[in-house]
């Protein structure tokens, strides 16, 4: 794409609230090493295994586990803005640097005819791995950098041997030089975790399993250097902690610390978003894992819009002395998340009758952190209605901090430089600071394609 996104609009936002610690809320959840892989590249399913048909060519869970719908069941009267987000950047500004070409471009996973195919990916140093939904659950095919295929499409519950649903997660756990693969299963309310014991992803893998108080709906994760964290729709809003260094080991047991955080009265769909550590530079010493969840005052819990933060001070040898504590709520450039209302999916226009899901009320996966020695940097993004009009765009923040000081808002903007509908978005900064954006683009005259702008560094 030739554009290049210039912001916009810095803010020396407020802390509305002080640091709040949440009551003693830890529970300690014991993980079992279920089996060591065969090395993939030998891997051949077991005969006897059968790819049981859990979902539909819908999505829908054949069990019936927490099909929920995303929805916001009351607003609040007094809400900003009326109109145009407050944040709007509604033009494209020249390009001062272009991009001529991608880096790589090869056909991905076919189509498993199950929607939404819930595609995730990960790059490492060598290899590329992409997971996507399938009438078994998650299935996943391993390939190099050059595109070729290492190891063919094969549905992970019939390499972990827990039957699974999907909703996959693939990461790259740059520190460790590891691949993590997740899906939640069939059986129980279990969170099954790949993790390879090398950083060749064609060889063994420990697989771990975790049982889940609820069905853990639309689980993501972030990696921290003690803790891959997770968060999951559940009506307790959970927060998990698994014993990252304990996974690496491929030790036989391994500790996950659950926490909950206030549930939106509001909502009946809610997640909180993991903070992700991107690159190899670790955090100040003293940094603690962060989950973060965005919070419109149209859905009735308050006066602001902002950006809730939570940090969590984990001990996995005692982890009743585990804390989890809410950092001060960051006030946000007034946003509406009234897309077509809060109770439809259907909303967002493309050619012909059908409409597509706003996905309205959470922050969009990832959430990216970076230390910069000078400065730290976490920057996210969710959707809104850009023009009061039921046009989606894509918010976008840069958040700051120097050591282990307080978070703020550095900059933000809301992307909707035309009439189409931009949303769905997924945001990373590189190690000069430069912001990469992409979304989905829809409209009643354009079909869905994915699109990305960005935002040149400006390291003051």
């Not at 549930?263 to 955090?283: E, H, K, R, W, Y």
């Not at 969710?382 to 000081?405: C, F, I, K, M, P």
């Not at 590189?430 to 935002?455: D, H, Q, W």
């Amino acid at each position: 794409m030739k554009k290049i996104l210039f912001v916009l609009l810095v803010l020396s936002s407020h802390n509305l609230f002080s640091q709040e610690a949440t009551p003693a809320n830890a529970v300690t959840i014991q993980g079992v090493l279920v089996k060591i892989t065969p090395p993939l590249s030998d891997f051949a399913p077991d005969p006897t295994w059968i790819d049981e048909v859990v979902r539909d060519n819908e999505g829908v869970i054949r069990e019936d586990k927490n099909n929920i719908e995303h929805r916001v069941r009351r607003s609040n009267g007094f809400v900003l803005p009326k109109d145009k987000d407050a944040a709007l950047q509604d033009y494209m500004v020249p390009a001062k640097t272009r991009i001529s070409s991608i880096v790589q471009n090869f056909q991905g996973h076919g189509n498993t005819a199950v929607s939404p195919a819930d595609p995730s990916l990960c790059v490492g140093a060598n290899h590329v791995i992409q997971m996507i939904n399938g009438s078994s659950g998650a299935r996943m095919t391993i390939y190099n950098k050059s595109g070729v295929v290492v190891v063919a499409a094969q549905y992970m519950d019939a390499i972990t041997g827990v039957p699974g649903l999907g909703d996959p997660v693939a990461m790259y756990d740059a520190v460790a030089d590891r691949y993590v693969l997740t899906e939640f299963s069939s059986s129980g309310n279990k969170l099954v975790i790949m993790v390879s014991q090398t950083n060749n992803p064609t060889g063994s893998w420990y697989v771990y399993q975790f049982t889940a108080p609820e069905f853990p709906d639309y689980p993501k994760y972030g990696i921290w250097p003690n803790a891959y964290i997770c968060t999951s729709n559940e009506s307790t809003n959970k927060i998990y902690a698994f014993d990252r260094p304990t996974m690496l080991s491929g030790a036989p047991t391994a500790v996950m610390i659950s926490f909950s955080i206030p549930v939106s009265p509001a909502l009946s769909f809610q997640a909180a978003a993991p903070v992700d550590i991107s690159g190899t530079n670790m955090p100040p010493v003293g940094t603690k894992p962060l989950v973060m969840r965005m919070t419109d005052n149209e859905w009735g819990g308050g006066l602001i819009d902002g950006l809730e933060m939570w940090e969590m001070n984990l001990n996995f040898v005692t982890p009743g002395l585990s804390t989890f504590t809410q950092l001060p709520t960051l006030a946000t450039a007034p946003f509406s998340t009234n897309l077509c209302g809060f109770v439809t999916l259907n909303c967002i226009r493309q050619p012909g009758a059908q409409r597509l899901d706003p996905i309205r009320e959470i922050i969009m996966n990832r959430a990216w952190y970076r230390n910069f020695n000078t400065h730290q940097s976490i920057v996210l993004t969710h959707s809104v209605d850009a023009t009061g009009l039921d046009q989606a765009g894509v918010r976008w923040y840069e958040l700051r901090r120097n050591g282990l000081g307080a978070w703020s808002i550095y900059q933000q903007s809301t992307y909707a430089p035309d009439t189409n509908s931009r949303w769905m978005g997924t945001i990373a900064i590189n190690a000069e600071g430069s912001i990469g954006l992409a979304y989905n683009v829809s409209s009643k005259m354009c079909f869905l394609p994915s699109r990305f702008t960005g935002r040149k560094h400006q390291m003051y």
